[in-house]
């Protein structure tokens, strides 16, 4: 909501119900329960408060109507939005208009790449255990590199089960996966085409800057502590 | 005989206005109003609403919606489910609309239009004075009353006649063999009933004030003053503006009540029971909401022909605008007695622009009230059906008698019997 929204919207500090008594609930302190006096349907006044709904209605009516026929510059120091419609409208005009998604947005996941350009997964299968909807299909094969032993042979996910937690991003020991792609799963004409493979996930993918393969550098200054109690 | 039919005959004939009034006016605007409820409804809560249809690049801000609406209903498939009454079922929809579009008949949409004057030259202007001594004269025969029907009890066969638009609602629940359909349908009949009375009644302060019940002669004689206008008709007499004001409020409640729509939509119920055409789909359930769109249409057209002078526009006499003058009353040759203003400045207008000015008064004043009601419906909250019953028998009921008590009182008084 833009500030020029608000001033009329908020209720009137002494408007609303009586409270009779209030009641602190043993579940804790924050917990309330008001008994509040409600006047009854004979003693309410409805004109009055249809005459003011109507008041407010219109009001959002008459703003909405005839912004639109002002100029730029008079939109701009009333503090209205620049949108396509010209109003105070907060509809967002969705093929024309887009809204920047959130930095932290999941979208499609993607394969990352190694400086060779071969894929980074090392098929450790955390991801499909992780996944709580069964979604990830990996079958391993032999990886031919040094010092790594599997790749994924089938990178498969099925994009209408996943239920896009990000489980699979924070299992992964090697910044194999990830879904910052910003781009939401597109709609398909058969429930087959919603399946990412490894060669389309490896499209969106990126050379990370992780190092991998047990070569980074260490991150322990001390030397590691044996388990002290081994059953 | 057939020779003796000119094309005068033709455009007074009752068919030819009807035909008019129904399918270049009331249609148009019924369906406009679909879209235009949507649109409002989206303005009054800082949306947007239906904006994109377009014919390649005419889009004008949507309105083309209501044909895409009505192409979609048209080609949906119709749906009669298998336990229903199939003959009643067809006709139910075809109930609810036919009575709104007769009732049209008593509504007078335009001024009367002399055709004669208008061959002379469209700068011809009317001589008020001699159109009162004479309406008979060669200028002013073949005249176009703008009204299908003049009938004396004009305003008592709408009440009869859109009683009848009840059976469409109630039929359609009780043939749909289903629940829901049939408590909508006993609800749409209960409401009705509550709410004509009141209806019915809260309008007769206006009858007492011009002793008409024809809508034409009401809007004749509520003239050119806006102060003669029925929501003011009584503002000469000691509070008298207060009844008419009063009749005006009564009346339009209930008469958004008869058009089922929220605050009042009981019938339909979305909340509840959906309402009696729930089994309805494609255009046999848009004619039920084309029909209630033509009711609002209806009931504007009511409002503004009985409360604010019906095509009058303010100070627009039949020669052109007329400020100050005096009302004399002129006798024409068949011993009728006219009521005719004289003098004052004027500003003459020829009788085409009058003509076009009035009947174009009447269409704002129709869209306005429209306006007005899809207001009401989006601001207000809908009743519960034990509130609708008290609202109308107990609130509505009451006032409208007390109005006509008071008004009657107060005509013996100052006006005697």
Redesign the interface.
Known sequence: MSAA?DHHDEAPKTAGPVVLATHTSSAGKTVRSLRVARPE?HDANFLVA?AK??G???K??AK??FLPMRSKEARAKLGAPESI?GN????V?YPDEKVTYPERFRGLHRLMLRDDGAVRCVACMCCPTVCPAHCITIIPEESDSKGIEKRPAVFEIDELRCVVCGLCVEACPCDAIRMDTGVHATPVEDRGDAIETKESMLARGIKSVAKQGGEGPTWRTTAPVPPSDKR | MLASISIWDILDWGGTKWLFLVLALVMPLASLLTWAERRQSAMMQDRLGPNRANIGPIKLKGILHFVADALKMIFKEDFVPANVHKGLFTLAPLLALAPVLIAFCIIPFGPTIYPHVLAHGIATHVDPLALAQNPAAPDFIDSIRLQIFSIDYGLIFYFAVLTLANYGGTIAGWASYNKWALLGGLRSSSQMMSYEVAMGLSLMPIFLAFGTLEPGALVDMQGSNPVNWGLLSWSALPGGALFTIGAFLLFFTAAIAETKRAPFDIPEGEPEIIGYFVEYSGMRWGIFFLAEFIEVVFISAVVATVFFGGWQVPFLDVDGFRFGGELTQVTDIMGHVHNVTVGGSILPLPHLAVVLFQFGAFGLKVVLLCWFQLAVRWTLPRFRADQLMKLGWKLLLPLALANIMITALVKLIFMGA
């Open positions: 929204h349907p249809a709904g109507l407010i209605t219109l959002h009516f909405n109507f419609s105070e409208i907060e509809t005009q």
